[in-house]
């Protein structure tokens, strides 16, 4: 009886936590490396959508703004391929789950929505009202 125990207590050990914790016994099921992609996979998609509002919002504001005051567009587009670079990165690493890539490319476009806040709040400083 104590036998039986311990032979059930160590299969059930050698299974991955979460299916034993949900009560899953099955071993064919998803595994955990798919399920945690998925998950970080939607947590970047969830990011993304929280960020790219802002990131919008104000670059839309600057280029209405900074096109009344110098129709010289190159920093619009400096700002954008530089936001849109980090922001790839930002999800492909964070996908594939690599921490200190992801942070770097974070700050990158973070750096840039501030760098276009600043561009902004100077552009409607200098527009004739």
């Given at each position: 009886m104590?036998?039986?125990r311990?032979?059930q207590r160590?299969?059930?050990?050698s299974?991955?936590?979460?299916?034993?914790?949900?009560g899953n016994?099955?071993?064919?099921?998803?595994?955990?490396d798919d399920?945690?992609?998925?998950?970080?996979v939607?947590?970047?998609?969830?990011?993304d959508s929280?960020?790219?509002?802002?990131?919008?919002?104000?670059?839309?504001?600057?280029?209405?703004?900074s096109y009344?005051?110098?129709?010289d567009i190159?920093?619009?587009v400096?700002?954008?391929?530089?936001?849109l670079?980090?922001?790839?990165?930002?999800?492909?690493?964070?996908?594939?789950?690599?921490?200190?890539?992801?942070?770097?490319?974070?700050?990158?476009g973070?750096?840039?929505?501030?760098?276009?806040?600043?561009d902004?709040?100077?552009t409607m400083?200098?527009s004739?009202?």
């Amino acid at each position: 009886m104590i036998g039986a125990r311990q032979k059930q207590r160590s299969k059930s050990s050698s299974q991955h936590p979460v299916h034993t914790r949900n009560g899953n016994n099955d071993t064919n099921s998803t595994g955990p490396d798919d399920e945690d992609f998925a998950t970080r996979v939607n947590g970047a998609i969830i990011n993304d959508s929280e960020n790219d509002t802002y990131f919008l919002i104000l670059y839309l504001g600057t280029a209405i703004f900074s096109y009344s005051v110098n129709p010289d567009i190159v920093r619009m587009v400096v700002y954008g391929s530089i936001y849109l670079t980090a922001r790839t990165l930002h999800s492909t690493m964070y996908a594939l789950g690599f921490q200190l890539p992801r942070t770097m490319s974070y700050l990158a476009g973070l750096l840039c929505t501030f760098a276009i806040s600043l561009d902004l709040v100077i552009t409607m400083s200098r527009s004739s009202n």
